[in-house]
């Protein structure tokens, strides 16, 4: 039986070290009134999550750190100078 895979990685950006986990997405339950969620990455820090993109399967390490980058960039980053 194979079963979703957590995958985590690390990014250093702007001199800074950002920890991302990815979680399954669920089924939808209609008697909760719950929509069906796809495979995400998370930005862990503190004990809390944030969702930040759906995962791609099989995506390349290089692409996914550009990716996660990037929004760190537009949502961490919003107004500090780039480098």
Not at 5 to 20: L, M, N, P, S
Not at 43 to 70: C, F, I, Y
Request: with cysteine; glycine share 10%.
């Amino acid at each position: 039986m194979g079963g979703y895979k957590t995958d985590q990685c690390r990014v250093f950006h702007r001199g800074r070290a950002f920890h991302f986990v990815s979680y399954e997405g669920q089924l939808a339950n209609p008697n909760r009134a719950q929509l069906a969620t796809a495979a995400t990455w998370f930005l862990m820090n503190g004990g809390k999550r944030w969702a930040v993109m759906p995962q791609v399967l099989d995506q390349e390490r290089t692409s996914l750190d550009q990716e996660l980058s990037h929004w760190l960039d537009e949502h961490i980053f919003v107004g500090v100078p780039g480098e």
